[in-house]
């Protein structure tokens, strides 16, 4: 890994997801720059980054290494990988491949950090496909240390491999998929979660906090040890026929967003940002949460860096 470890890397898009993957892949060792359209928003990053080595106990040295710029010539074209972490909007995502396909070394790995957008609907204008890959990471990046890898062509498995070398000699798991579908695994698997807590909410089988307590309380405490096939697994797989039987026939099998969903939104109800979403808010109680999580993931982050 070392040859990996000196990589010229651009990162375009300087928010919370932005920043979270450039600091990491300078954290690695690599030479990164960053682009944002915003000046504002590139003027932020120091106070970003300073965040982030506080959280993981570094002592800032990846910053030195890290450069920003709102030319997006200027950080692309000497690039050996690009990862895109703008906007979730396929129109805006297709816009900045057309131009990394006519800026970029062609030897440049082509990277979506789409939370959900099928890779080869965001490759349409790249003329080598081969080299545009999906890299899905989860927020923050720098965090939580899973990146999905998706593939969309099939000539792109020297690409796939290289780009999960890079990612994984700068501290993430990344895990291989191998066809491009909307919302990729883990994505997958969440929003189904959270369409059935929705659905027994709008039922009125229990409120929000309640369902939140049950996946805290129960079931979720053991996800971070033993993934749902593997408690399957073993406890034996007729159990879970057995439950399934009884079960998947009641599970909610909504096809489009739920209407407690969109009657929230229609009435100003956004989450913690307006006081008010599935639950109520307070500022204070907002915070406690933001906080709660960040230094719960620090503290795993710090924790894989001991073991590893």
């Known amino acids: ?17 932005g920043s979270g993957i450039a600091y990491m892949l300078a954290q690695a060792g690599n030479a990164v720059s960053l682009f944002d359209t915003d000046p504002a928003s590139l003027e932020l990053l120091p106070e970003r980054f300073d965040s982030i080595a506080g959280l993981l106990g570094h002592d800032g040295a990846a910053l030195r290494r890290i450069n920003s710029s709102t030319d997006l010539a200027t950080i692309v074209q000497k690039a050996d990988m690009v990862v895109e972490a703008a906007p979730e909007k396929l129109e805006l995502k297709q816009s900045l491949f057309s131009q990394f396909d006519e800026l970029t070394p062609t030897h440049a790995i082509l990277a979506s950090n789409t939370s959900a957008i099928p890779i080869a609907s965001i490759a349409k204008p790249v003329r080598d496909k081969s080299r545009v890959i999906g890299t899905h990471f989860w927020n923050p990046p720098h ?27 700068a501290g993430w798991t990344p895990v291989h ?15 189904a979660l959270k369409r059935e807590a929705i659905a027994l909410v709008a039922a009125g089988v229990c409120d929000a906090e309640t369902v939140d307590t049950v996946v805290k309380m129960g079931f979720g405490g053991r996800l971070g040890v033993i993934g749902p096939l593997e408690q399957s697994d073993m406890l034996g797989l007729e159990l879970t026929q057995n439950i399934h039987n009884v079960l998947l026939p009641d599970l909610d099998v909504t096809p489009h967003t739920q209407d407690h969903l969109n009657n929230l939104i229609a009435e100003g109800k956004l989450g913690m940002k307006t006081g008010e979403g599935f639950r109520s808010w307070t500022e204070e109680q907002a915070d406690e949460v933001r906080n709660r999580l960040d230094n719960f993931l620090a503290e795993q982050a710090r924790k894989m860096a001991r073991n590893n």
């Open 1 to 17: 890994m070392a040859g990996e470890n000196r990589l010229r890397i651009g990162v375009v898009g300087s928010g919370r997801m």
């Open 143 to 169: 965090l939580i240390r899973l990146v999905e890898v998706v593939q969309s062509d099939p000539d792109s498995g020297p690409v796939i491999a290289k780009a999960m070398a890079i990612l994984g000699g």
């Open 177 to 191: 998929l191998k066809r491009d579908i909307p919302g990729f695994v883990g994505n997958r698997m969440q929003h």
